[in-house]
């Protein structure tokens, strides 16, 4: 029987890369830190170097600052 424990090995990797899945499934970007790095994720793939901006709108809370390559596990 597996382990469905929350305090497993693991499940905090498991439950960051399922909610990610989950947005880009339904259309959504996904914003994350990486190496220290800000970054969007579209749905179609392509990854951006996001910066912040506090105070404004969910939806306009942050400005592009450049386009960073595909993610290695990307199937599109």
Do not use: C
């Not at 305090?7 to 259309?27: I, Q, S, T, Y």
């Not at 939806?59 to 993610?71: A, C, L, S, T």
């Amino acid at each position: 029987m597996p382990d469905n424990t929350i305090m497993r090995p693991g499940f905090d990797k498991e439950a960051d890369a399922a909610g990610h899945a989950a947005f880009l499934e339904v259309g959504l970007p996904v914003f994350y830190l990486d190496n220290g790095v800000e970054l969007m994720e579209q749905p179609d793939g392509r990854r951006f170097e996001i910066r912040w901006i506090p105070d404004l709108p969910a939806d306009k809370n942050f400005e592009i600052v450049r386009e960073v390559g595909r993610r290695a596990d990307s199937a599109r």
